[in-house]
């Protein structure tokens, strides 16, 4: 059976839809995760930055492929049995929010001090302080390491792969198993695609960057 580039590529598309869904889930948990866990690292209480702490080091200590197959694979021994799309999420998501949770705290550490006491003399609340002055200029510090950071997640979707779930990698191994003598340009493909969408996540952040500075300069 004769088969070409461009007769792989619907099937591509196929598991680029669940990369770039998985990437985009993943991402929004892990900068859930990032914020909570930055914060908490700051908090005045030591329990909060123990738990924190736990989370952060357990996550960043052990291999993003064993926290995959250990809630895919393991969780269900213990009588809970999690979706492949939602463990593949939160595996990831987790993970890769353990790393960001040291971009928020240095990023909020980094405000100039005459900030905080500025928001001190007019007399705002923490949260107003937090939410008002600070959290948005440290914002902008965050900007270009989160953007590294998605750019890492999207490449780590890779792994999902393992626990069969119908990726951009899941397809291309498929078509490489029914025609063996296609690898290479199978693999090139697989490279063209997550190169687009590392690409796009960095000309998307260097926008976001430009629109959140406008104004502050």
């Known amino acids: 059976m004769d088969v070409t580039v461009m007769s792989m590529l619907p099937l591509l598309l196929e598991g680029a839809k669940v990369t770039v869904l998985v990437a985009v889930l993943s991402g929004i948990v892990a900068f859930a995760a990032a914020v ?14 123990t738990a924190t702490a736990v989370y952060v080091e357990v996550f960043r200590g052990t291999s993003l492929l064993v926290q995959l197959f250990w809630l895919y694979f393991a969780l269900p021994f213990l009588g809970v049995e999690l979706p492949k799309l939602l463990a593949a999420v939160l595996a990831v998501g987790l993970n890769y929010g353990a790393y960001g949770s040291e971009i928020v705290r240095s990023s909020i550490l980094a405000v100039p ?10 007399n705002m609340t923490p949260y107003e302080r937090m939410t008002r002055i600070i959290f948005p200029q440290a914002f902008l510090r965050m900007l270009p390491p ?8 999207i490449k780590s979707t890779s792994l999902v792969y393992f626990i069969t779930l119908a990726d951009l990698t899941y397809q291309a191994m498929l078509l490489r198993n029914n025609y063996y003598p296609m690898t290479p340009y199978i693999f090139s493909l697989l490279l063209l695609f997550y190169f687009v969408m590392a690409y796009t996540v960095s000309l998307c952040t260097r926008w976001v960057e430009r629109k959140a500075a406008a104004g502050r300069m």
């Open 146 to 153: 989160f953007g590294n950071l998605m750019i890492e997640l």
């Open 113 to 122: 001090k005459g900030q905080w006491e500025a928001a001190i003399a007019l």
């Open 36 to 49: 909570t866990a930055g914060l908490c690292k700051l908090s005045r209480w030591w329990v909060v930055r």
